[in-house]
């Protein structure tokens, strides 16, 4: 039994050992939203998955460095083709705002999404817009080495001129010259060449360039932004499968022509989210949010559960009858947290001193392990579960055995992250609302600043018995031990 992190890497089309640069630490930049409209199921299926994929590599061991970055310009309509509208800027025209406003509602939305599927922050979101500079420096040296160049509409990589195109994605030069599907921008050498920096001095969104106003091509953005932030070659690279082409093919093409390095080592692809087998799409009429599941009565978290259920590089086909069917499940989750907490909260001391259940935890790992098979760890940690319901049933659970089913859970919980919020839920319905008001003006002067008053909060909290803990959900109210 190994317990040697493997993965598939779209590259070679195998799974692989995963061998970091450097040992011990991972690097990983994740493709991220497109500000335009809020990010529906299948966008958070995504973000989803680069969750499990974080957590799945520091339970391995890895000290990972996280980037995930932020499309605010340059996305175009119709991306395979070069053509259309930048998204924003189509957006803006409609609803009568700038392209700055869109972007900022929906940063500001798609923090509240991850937040709400205590998916982890990664350690920076770096925006499109900001990082210009990076951008024109990368076509610049492309230009300089003669692998891009200028037309009467902007600035274009040349893909003749890099003669390993396609091998990420399989589209050959001689299968895209004869392809129908690229539109032919009757200025470009070769009708796969792509555009890196547009010209458009109308544009809502342009600035400055040695060749001309504009703005740039949505592929040189996240090799640029990817390669400011990690150290190339990056370990893992993600995206919707839908990411593979033409995106991640021209990353590759340009990043490796400019730096004459390569890129990326793994690329991983997740397979989308369908609904009666059409992928969903920001563009399609009625949005699946994670707002419609809870007007519907569901937990978001309910929705994590679904997807873990599922593994990755397989299509997941939504469906209310499923989304119930992990809902049940997590309320089972939630019965069990209550009746142990019952026994021995999990914030006893005890708990923390308990080993956790070594086969089990083994059996997980090996699963995560194994291209992160999430349905083979959540089989695990059922089992683990439905192990636990019988001893509850069947006798009293000591002290002891509670505090290392407590431990299993929650050494379990650094992946599924299911736990975590369910405690919160759970210590919430027990705090006198009293309490709870505190919590909620000490949340109030902290967001204004004020330190001092969430400090002098924070101590009456204390005096009343309660402590109060800053989790990645928000703030997380608990019964001092003792305290009846
Ligand atoms: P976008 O906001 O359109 O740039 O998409 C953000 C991310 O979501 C990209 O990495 C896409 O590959 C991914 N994505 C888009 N639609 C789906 C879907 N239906 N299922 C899974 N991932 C998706
Ligand atoms: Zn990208």
């Not at 040697?4 to 799974?15: A, E, F, M, R």
């Not at 340059?74 to 869109?102: F, M, S, Y």
């Not at 809502?204 to 090799?223: A, F, M, N, R, V």
């Not at 400090?455 to 959900?473: H, K, P, S, W």
Request: charged share 25%.
């Amino acid at each position: 039994m190994s317990t040697k992190l493997h993965v598939y890497n779209s590259l070679t089309k195998q799974v692989e050992p995963f061998e970091s640069l450097v040992k011990g630490k991972a690097t990983i930049y994740h493709c991220g939203p497109t500000v335009y409209k809020r990010q529906h199921l299948g966008n958070m299926r995504r973000f989803l998955f680069a969750d499990f994929l974080r957590r799945g590599l520091e339970f391995a061991g890895y000290e990972v460095r996280e980037i995930t970055n932020i499309t605010d310009v340059g996305h175009l309509t119709q991306d395979e083709l070069d053509a259309g509208e930048d998204k924003l800027a189509a957006e803006a025209r409609k609803q009568k705002v700038t392209p700055q406003d869109i972007a900022k509602r929906e940063i500001k939305q798609f923090q509240v999404d991850l937040q709400t599927l205590n998916i982890q922050p990664s350690h920076k979101y770096p925006r499109a817009t900001h990082h210009i500079k990076e951008m024109q420096d990368l076509i610049a040296e492309l230009i300089a080495k003669q692998q891009a160049y200028q037309t009467k509409t902007g600035i274009y990589f040349a893909v003749t001129s890099f003669p390993q195109y396609g091998k990420l994605s399989g589209n050959t030069l001689e299968d895209l010259q004869a392809g129908k599907r690229i539109a032919i921008r009757n200025d470009k050498k070769h009708p796969a060449d792509f555009a890196l920096w547009v010209f458009d001095d109308q544009a809502l969104q342009k600035w400055d360039s040695p060749w001309g106003t504009g703005y740039p091509g949505w592929h040189i953005e996240c090799s640029a932004m990817s390669m400011a932030y990690l150290p190339t070659p990056i370990d893992i690279h993600t995206g919707g499968v839908d990411n593979k082409f033409p995106h991640h093919e021209n990353e590759i093409a340009q990043s490796e022509a400019a730096t004459g390095r390569p890129f990326v080592r793994y690329w991983l692809h997740n397979e989308l989210l369908k609904v009666a087998g059409q992928k969903l799409a920001k563009r399609a009429g009625e949005q699946l949010t994670l707002d419609t599941l809870s007007e519907r009565g569901f937990s978001p978290l309910a929705f994590r559960l679904l997807v873990f259920g599922a593994h990755y590089r397989q299509r997941l086909d939504f469906s209310w009858e499923a989304l119930a069917a992990a809902q049940e499940n997590l309320n089972n989750l939630e019965r069990l947290a209550r009746r142990l907490g019952e026994i021995l909260p999990s914030t006893d001391e005890a708990v923390a001193r308990a080993d956790a259940d070594s086969q089990a935890v083994d059996d997980f790992a090996t699963a995560l392990a194994n291209d992160l098979n999430t349905p083979q760890a959540l089989a695990v940690v059922n089992s683990y579960l439905s192990s636990t319901n019988q001893k509850l049933e069947s006798a009293e659970m000591s002290k002891s055995e509670a505090a290392v089913t407590w431990a299993t859970l929650l050494t379990f919980d650094r992946v599924l992250g299911l736990f975590g919020p369910l405690l919160t839920k759970i210590g919430a319905d027990r705090i006198p609302p009293e309490i709870k008001q505190l919590a909620e003006q000490r949340e109030q002067a902290r967001s204004e600043n004020n330190f001092a008053e969430a400090d002098r909060l924070r101590v009456e909290i204390e005096q009343a018995g309660f402590t109060v803990e800053d989790t990645n959900t928000g703030p997380r109210l608990i019964k001092k031990a003792g305290n009846s």
